[in-house]
């Protein structure tokens, strides 16, 4: 009878813990075991933007901060990215130095955990605001449309005057090209 009671209450303590959620479980989150980038590389014009996402296993939901080039959030100079997932990089109005930045997400659980995208800048083209019609540094746009049109490249300028019986005119021609 002695070892029925005590039976009896080895099982009914082991019920308990069960129940309250010992048998190793802490009660903390879980932990963190990966976290993925995609995409892990891209390409992108200055003032134009790329999506970022970010798949995290384990862990409490996939709350991360971004960061580009180790700036929370970026900044004017590498370009900005928002606090989403997925995220959106938008690049500067002027191409970085070096042209590729890192965009990295780090979990906010687990710092440990984290993945980079490498984002390349490149310029093909002049931002315009289509709104106020000024370019992203201000000096050009619709009531300058030179500065725009040729912030960013190397001009060759020729000015060239002659004299056809009494007029004198000038011939000006202008070449456009991409810095070396």
């Not at 129940?19 to 014009?45: K, Q």
């Not at 980079?116 to 992203?136: E, I, Q, Y």
């Not at 049109?149 to 090209?177: D, E, N, P």
Request: proline share 5%.
């Amino acid at each position: 009878m002695r070892r029925d009671i005590l039976f009896t209450f080895v099982a009914m303590a082991s019920m308990a813990l069960m129940l309250a959620g010992g048998c190793g479980d802490d009660g903390g989150p879980r932990p963190v075991t990966s976290l993925e980038i995609s995409p892990d590389a891209a390409t992108v014009e200055i003032c134009e933007a790329v999506s970022i996402g970010v798949t995290i296993t384990g862990g409490e939901g996939e709350a991360v901060d971004w960061y580009v080039n180790d700036v929370l959030g970026g900044d004017a100079t590498v370009g900005a990215v928002s606090q989403a997932n997925p995220s959106v990089y938008t690049a500067p109005d002027s191409v970085p130095t070096p042209a590729r930045v890192a965009v990295r997400a780090v979990s906010r659980q687990d710092n440990s955990k984290m993945d980079t995208c490498l984002v390349t800048v490149k310029f093909t083209r002049v931002c315009v605001n289509a709104s106020t019609g000024d370019d992203d540094t201000g000096s050009g746009g619709l009531t300058n449309p030179l500065k725009s049109i040729t912030r960013g490249l190397v001009m060759k300028l020729t000015v060239r005057s002659f004299q056809s019986r009494s007029r004198i005119a000038s011939h000006l021609s202008v070449k456009a090209g991409k810095p070396r």
